[in-house]
């Protein structure tokens, strides 16, 4: 009679190269309803991590407000992590990420956390280019205050009481591309083939990578009417693009490279390879993309997939010029070099 | 992959690997949970249906369900199944009226049984309450078998011997002692509806060495054993060699130092991964201070002036590649002093009594010919049971013969064939009670196996009949119910319910569950979440489910019942039901008994 998950190491499991096994990088027990498609995106972030052997350490997860931000608790409980308040989970990442530029940085936010309260932080840390893994759970209501309409709701789709929405959505992937982003995603929570590959993509990737993942609410959003269900995600996806993520130590082996398979070589000397599903796109253009995603749209599908890529895009810290080093790791010298150096610094502003 | 078909009995009892371990099918996840609720008179009832003597086999079974059990597998040892059942035994109250009993009408059927062993006691067991008048006759003056005059009182104590097996003769069997069957056709020639020989098997391996029939002190293991028991032989020399490694070999070494034997060897000709004892009777053994001699083949008795001086030994060395012997050499030989010599090197099973023109056929090596699924010989109304069947097994092994015997007796008797069998039965029944809240202890305890305490060595040689095991003490109980992992509270799946969110797979602590599309079982076991490592235990796969026709699949062989898969299914497509599996016996086989109904069960599902 009790609901406690147990730690079980079975014989033979595997380890990573850090000789973690999976259930290293799992967190506490959700508390979220049963079924819930952040359950099974938190599944695929553990996976990519042990995949991807990072150590706990090296990571720091943080999240604003809702059933998505309360996630991070969900995984690696080795790593850091900031609870943040309703939408402004980009400035603490932002913070952080400056204060400590050798963190691997996750935010995990939600529809409305991202695109109703947060929508202006949102576009801020695309524009800086914060080198982190921007995951948004999208469920298309607010669902830990019970299933409220959010902004990524469609127009015309129905709440579980019947309610139609009027207002037209906003499509987080299209913003995020409009606005610069340097790597931009959407997968569905119920797909983790596609998801873990791109989880790994987005982390390697030198910059914003902003993840739109489809994430049903089984409670509030999951009818018939709704365009965030299970069964009309299944239903409407196209899927554009398959993704793999090849670590720099990995023999790049030519089967990969099998049909229209691009390689997108990043500066840490992994590769992303793109595996075209669809010919008629091209994930390096801006325009091609957001065409392609309009029309997809107009005829009611949902484009998953990597859908728009651009690693050489500056990143906060080359626009901004900061030290190398860590802050933590800098002398307190030359991290506080005095009030005569301030002084200096004062008078040449005058 | 066909979708399984779970409404097959045979699916989930495979699932229960102890109860699919135990040859009578003993319901071991049911007992234990009863014992944990301090139920103990229904743990020892739900026992008896099936092995017939709980408080006997929770002292000497052979355990094959311990191997068997699911625990083991993760990475530790299994329940402590045994000793549990010896809990339910010794700390049941009077449960004897809840005993079968014998109508006063009898059903005009006559049965004669020849031995009073475990497979003789259990057809009367089963027979006798439906109204046949049952008549043992049994060589000795007391009744029990090998369990009585072969086992050690120290192992398993006499009183408990005696209770179990008043149990069954109290119904009113008929039985003769000192009256061993010296003509079978003289038995059949008295009329009776049928006859069960469940004499045993009592002929102990001779070891045809030069010197054996020149002095007195070389000792047959089992008859050996069978006079000490019967008081004829009280005392032997200090030095003692054992030959051979079974279970026999460890009573007659522990019967030894109990006699006054100070310096007890067995002699073991192969190497110790080839013994045939099990693993606990070598602990209990070696615990006492018996040696044991590996790779020495017996080469000669060596006997001066009509005295044992001691063995030979040739020195072997093998050649040994996966558990499997591809070599051997003589490398040497060695003699080694002894007083007495006590040969524990095997049994079989003889009938010279039985006249070889009767229609009851023996294959060449002089084995009855029996069917192995109605155990009737090639003489109609003819049965075998135990040890006289196929050769020496163990006590549950004569159990379950002859539960079937008594099935195959009751259709003889009556005039039906005997090849039709009922199936068995399977009742399924949620176990949910609530949010988070299931009717069994779903909790996973990391616990280790408790181990039993034994009596102190200077205590234990003061007596021959001292029992050396304590049982477990209320501490070890509480922890050791816990490690059941209630592998019959089975994971029951609804197909149509699925919308494939995946929080099942996210959930189990084992990574037993997959949702991938259908392949071949060689394709799908490769995209399984955690990789298939005991291919004996059969995978579930569902249907074609509703969203993607992809199929859940399930690797039974990690699962640890845990219930958190139901507990986070958002639509209740999994649940926790208990399988209640049911075994035919003979009472299944009265007219108008089809409901199920048996005299002792009493048992309420836990
Ligand atoms: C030393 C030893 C230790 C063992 N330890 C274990 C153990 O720990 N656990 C376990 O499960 N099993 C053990 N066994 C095996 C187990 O005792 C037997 O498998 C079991 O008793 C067989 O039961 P049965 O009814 O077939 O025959 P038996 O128990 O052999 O009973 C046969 C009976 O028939 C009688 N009989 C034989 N011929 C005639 C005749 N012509 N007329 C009348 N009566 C006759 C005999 O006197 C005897 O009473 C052990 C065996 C030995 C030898
Ligand atoms: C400043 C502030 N305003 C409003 C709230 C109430 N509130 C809590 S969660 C939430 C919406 C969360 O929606 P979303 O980000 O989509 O997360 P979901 O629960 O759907 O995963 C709101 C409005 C709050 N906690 N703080
Ligand atoms: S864990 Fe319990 S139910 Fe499972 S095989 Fe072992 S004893 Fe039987
Ligand atoms: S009961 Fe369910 S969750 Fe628990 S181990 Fe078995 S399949 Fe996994
Ligand atoms: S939790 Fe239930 S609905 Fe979800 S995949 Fe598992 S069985 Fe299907
Ligand atoms: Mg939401």
């Not at chain 2, 002894?338 to 056929?361: K, S, T, Y």
Request: hydrophobic share 35%; proline share 5%.
């Amino acid at each position: 009679m009790t609901y406690a998950r147990p730690r079980i190491d079975l014989p033979g499991q595997k380890t990573n190269e850090i000789g973690l096994a999976l259930h290293d990088y799992e967190g506490s027990l959700s508390t979220l309803c049963a079924g819930c498609g952040h359950d099974s995106i938190t599944a695929a972030l553990v996976q990519a991590l042990w995949e991807m052997s990072i150590a706990p350490e090296k990571l720091i997860k943080m999240s604003g407000i809702g059933c998505s931000s309360k996630t991070p608790a969900y995984f690696v409980h080795g790593a850091h992590g900031f609870n943040s308040v309703h939408g402004r989970m980009p400035s603490v990442a932002t913070g952080a990420l400056a204060g400590n530029r050798a963190l691997i940085g996750i935010g995990v936010s939600g529809d409305g956390d991202s695109l109703s309260i947060g929508f202006g932080q949102f576009g801020h840390v695309i524009r800086r280019n914060v080198n982190m893994l921007y995951l948004i759970e999208n469920n298309g209501v607010y669902g830990l205050t019970k299933g409220q309409f959010s902004a990524s709701a469609d127009a015309g789709s129905t709440s579980k009481r019947g309610e139609v929405n009027q207002m037209q959505n906003i499509n987080a992937v299209a913003t995020a591309i409009s606005m610069g982003a340097s790597f931009v995603g959407r997968s569905f929570s119920g797909d983790r083939e596609q998801l873990v590959p791109l989880i790994k993509a987005a982390i390697a990737h030198p910059g914003c990578a902003v993840l739109d993942v489809i994430s049903p609410c089984v409670t509030f959003n999951d009818h018939q009417g709704s365009t965030k269900s299970y069964a009309y995600v299944r239903e409407h996806r196209h899927k554009a693009m398959e993704t793999d993520l090849i670590s720099p130590r990995a023999e790049i082996k030519a089967s990969y490279y099998a049909g229209d398979t691009h390689p997108v070589r990043l500066h840490d000397g992994s590769t992303i390879l793109l595996r075209k599903v669809d010919p008629d796109y091209d994930p390096t253009r801006r325009n091609n993309a957001l065409g392609f995603l309009e029309r997809h749209r107009s005829r009611g599908e949902i484009v998953t997939g990597l859908l728009y890529i651009d690693q050489n895009v500056t990143d906060m810290h080359t626009q901004s010029r900061t030290v190398r080093t860590p802050l933590k790791d800098l002398e307190f010298e030359r991290l506080n070099p005095g009030s005569e150096a301030l002084e200096k610094l004062q008078l040449g502003m005058k | 992959m066909k979708p399984t078909d779970t409404s097959n009995p045979e699916y989930f009892h495979k699932v229960v690997d102890c109860q699919w371990g135990c040859p009578a099918h003993t319901d071991v996840p049911e007992y234990i949970r009863l014992i944990a609720q301090g139920r103990f008179d229904d743990a020892y009832m739900v026992n008896r249906e099936s092995n017939v003597f709980p408080a006997i086999l929770g002292r000497v079974c052979d355990r094959p369900c311990e191997p068997a059990c699911r625990r083991g597998r993760m990475d530790e040892k299994p329940v402590a199944i045994c000793r549990l059942k010896r809990v339910a035994a010794d700390h049941r109250g009077d449960i004897t009226d809840r005993l079968p009993v014998a109508p006063t009408e009898k059903n005009g059927k006559k049965i004669a049984l020849v031995g009073a062993g475990p497979a003789s006691l259990t057809v009367a067991n089963d027979l006798m309450p439906l109204g046949y008048e049952c008549t043992i006759f049994e060589a000795q003056s007391v009744a029990g078998g090998l369990m009585r005059y072969n086992i050690p009182a120290f192992r398993l104590p006499i009183e408990v011997l005696n209770e179990e097996i008043d149990y069954i003769l109290d119904m009113g069997v008929e039985i003769h002692y000192n009256h061993r069957v010296e003509s079978m056709k003289e038995l059949l020639d008295q009329g009776y509806d049928a006859v069960f020989v469940g004499s045993g098997a009592p002929r102990g391996k001779e070891l045809k060495l030069p010197g054996r029939y020149d002095t007195e002190n070389i000792h047959i293991g089992i008859d050996w054993l069978e006079s000490v028991a019967f008081e004829h032989i009280d005392s032997i020399g200090k030095r003692v060699l054992i030959v051979g490694v079974g279970n026999t070999a460890m009573d007659c070494c522990r019967t030894s130092l109990r006699l006054g034997a100070t310096d007890v060897k067995v002699m073991a000709r192969k190497p110790r991964e080839f013994f045939k004892a099990s693993v606990w009777e070598l602990e209990d053994a070696e615990e006492e201070n018996v040696e044991i001699v590996v790779n020495h083949s017996p080469k000669e008795f060596v006997v001066e002036e009509g005295k044992l001086k001691g063995m030979t030994f040739e020195l072997m060395e093998y050649v040994i590649e996966n558990g499997r012997i591809l070599d051997q050499d003589v490398t040497g030989e060695v003699f080694i002093p002894c007083d007495d010599v006590v040969l524990a090197i095997g049994q079989e099973n003889a009938f010279p009594w039985i006249e070889r023109d009767l229609g009851i056929e023996f294959n060449p090596w002089e084995e009855p010919m029996v069917d192995e699924v109605t155990y009737e010989a090639t003489r109609k109304g003819v049965f075998f049971g135990g040890d006289s069947a196929f050769g020496p097994k163990n006590i549950i092994w004569a159990v379950e013969h002859a539960h079937q015997a008594a099935i195959s007796i009751h259709r003889h008797c009556h005039g039906e064939p005997l090849e039709d069998r009922l199936p068995d039965r399977m009742n399924l029944q949620t176990r949910k009670m609530g949010m988070h809240e299931w009717s069994y202890s779903n909790s996973f305890d990391p616990a280790a196996r408790r181990k039993m305490m034994h009596v102190p060595l200077e205590v234990r040689f003061t007596e021959l009949g001292k029992e050396v095991e304590l049982g477990f003490d209320a501490e070890q109980t509480a922890k050791e119910v816990e490690r059941c992992l209630n592998c019959d509270i089975q994971t029951v799946f609804t197909d149509s319910l699925c919308i494939e969110c995946d929080a099942c797979l996210d959930i189990c602590p084992t990574q037993c569950l997959t949702i991938t599309s259908n392949g071949e079982r060689e394709d799908l076991v490769q995209r399984l979440m955690a990789p298939v490592l005991e291919h004996e235990q059969p995978l579930f796969v569902s249907h074609e489910l509703k969203q993607t026709s992809r199929v859940m699949v399930k690797d039974e062989n990690f699962c640890i019942h845990c219930g958190l898969c139901a507990e986070r299914c958002p639509t209740a497509a999994w649940d926790m039901q208990k399988s209640l599996l049911e075994f035919p016996q003979a009472v299944d086989y009265v007219r108008g008994n089809e409901s199920g109904k048996r005299p002792c069960q009493q048992r309420k599902a836990g």
